[in-house]
């Protein structure tokens, strides 16, 4: 690294922390140095806003106060506790890496980069938070906030998902990266890119404008550059809520796609938009149905989902089978559903807390 970068990168590292220690950002997990209880935040973070993610780490903390407590779960109660978070895969990741723990590193959260990186669903940027904050080893972290920061003050102006500008971004960032007080650098650019350097940023209060490249060339409006996102995938479901008195007949959704793990009622998804009557031309048991008029939408990061509910109530004595439980209303609070199916349970009365 040239040595103009080098003192660039110095002064960068002194004005961040700077900035830090004048603007504190309390949150529970600030200043811990449990590694599983950092694991727990970091995960729940991502994707989530810190807001939101709060309660539920305390509920998380709380329910499983060790990695051992998480790993015995029943992974229908962790999905249960993780209800309403969203990508779900994190939740059934996380367990999975509880259990690894477990098996692999006799209960003891791992302490060193290469193990910590080892554990399902721990991709680098949690790997240098968790081996930074608990443990002290300097890795830098690299998640959307420094990435627009370190773009916006050293003018990449480059595609960020492209190897070679990321490459850069990531050479950077250990540049900056105070190697003494790895974790409390971490925690200050962070906290720096969520609240100063934000995707609209306060370049009118922020102490770095002199060193900013993008600010000095007016470019902070075009910078980091993303690739435009490809168009989401759009899902039809039509749900039938089979039912016999108090009785709904709920199924855990086993494919490996949006929801695994999660209940649902007998869903027939479509390619398109249908009348219902198509839809609803070959259903394995006689009942008589009615049509819910409501709508619901559910947008995911690759895909939305628009979902139907028709109430059928079975007519014979034949029931539903191929996986299907029959559950009373007041005991579907026991199971996590998707958002989608959540909602409407909501607005037919059913209790789900
Ligand atoms: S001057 Fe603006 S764009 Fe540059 S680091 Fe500060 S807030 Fe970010």
Redesign the pocket.
């Known amino acids: 690294m040239e040595t103009a970068n080098r003192n660039k990168s110095e002064t960068i590292r002194k004005k961040i922390q700077q900035w830090s220690e004048e603007n504190p950002r309390p949150m529970p997990w600030r200043s811990i140095k449990n590694p599983y209880l950092i694991w727990l935040s970091e995960i729940i973070l991502q994707q989530t806003r810190v807001m939101q993610g709060w309660d539920y780490y305390l509920k998380f903390s709380e329910s499983y106060p060790t990695v051992k407590d998480l790993a015995d779960a029943h992974i229908d109660d962790v999905l249960k506790n993780w209800e309403g978070l969203g990508y779900y895969q994190r939740a059934r990741n996380m367990h999975a890496a509880a259990q690894q723990i477990v098996s692999t590193f006799e209960g003891r959260f791992p302490d060193d980069y290469d193990s910590i990186r080892s554990l399902k669903g721990v991709g680098d940027y949690t790997a240098s938070a968790i081996a930074s904050f608990a443990y002290g080893l300097p890795h830098a972290v690299v998640d959307g906030n420094v990435i627009r920061?370190l773009t916006?003050?050293f003018g990449i102006s480059g595609i960020i998902t492209s190897a070679p500008v990321r490459r850069s971004i990531d050479a950077l960032a250990d540049e900056v990266l105070d190697k003494d007080r790895p974790g409390k650098h971490n925690q200050a650019i962070m906290d720096f890119g969520a609240m100063?350097?934000t995707p609209a940023?306060?370049?009118e209060s922020?102490p770095?404008?002199a060193d900013?490249s993008?600010?000095k060339d007016n470019l902070?409006g075009q910078i980091p550059l993303k690739k435009k996102p490809r168009p989401k995938r759009e899902r039809f479901f039509y749900y039938i809520v089979f039912h016999q008195e108090e009785d709904l007949y709920i199924k855990k959704r086993s494919q490996k796609d949006v929801w695994e793990g999660l209940y649902e009622f007998y869903l027939i998804e479509q390619p398109e938009v249908r009348d219902w009557h198509q839809v609803v031309e070959h259903l394995p048991i006689p009942c008589d149905l009615e049509y819910e008029t409501a709508h619901y939408k559910q947008t995911l990061s690759h895909q939305i989902i628009h979902a139907r509910f028709a109430l059928a109530a079975i007519t014979g004595d034949r029931l539903l089978k191929e996986g299907y439980s029959a559950v009373n209303k007041k005991k579907m609070r026991n199971f996590a559903f998707p958002k989608i199916v959540d909602c409407y349970l909501r607005d037919k009365g059913v209790n789900l807390n």
């Open positions: 920061i916006r003050l100063q350097c940023p306060r370049c922020c770095l404008t900013c993008a600010f902070v």
